[in-house]
């Protein structure tokens, strides 16, 4: 079972050097430096359209964002 990787988000900003608005404001007028922290911080999962505009804005794969979750794997 693959879960979101909230670290995903942090990385892919500071490896351009931006802070939470700088990015927020890549992704366009409805993204806000909250929702930013929010996905960051494991408060929030960004929908689908969220992470197409992050894959689209900063050309990374779609798979970046999730990671295989060991605690559900079959044994």
């Known amino acids: 079972m ?19 608005e700088a990015f927020a404001g890549k992704l366009g007028d409805t993204t806000q430096k909250q929702h930013i922290s929010n996905w960051e911080n494991g408060v929030n999962i960004p929908d689908t359209k969220s992470l197409l505009l992050i894959v689209n804005a900063f050309n990374v794969p779609y798979e970046i964002f999730f990671t295989e979750d060991m605690h559900h794997s079959n044994k």
């Open 2 to 20: 693959k879960t979101f990787n909230p670290e995903s988000i942090r990385i892919i900003r500071l490896s351009h050097g931006l802070t939470q």
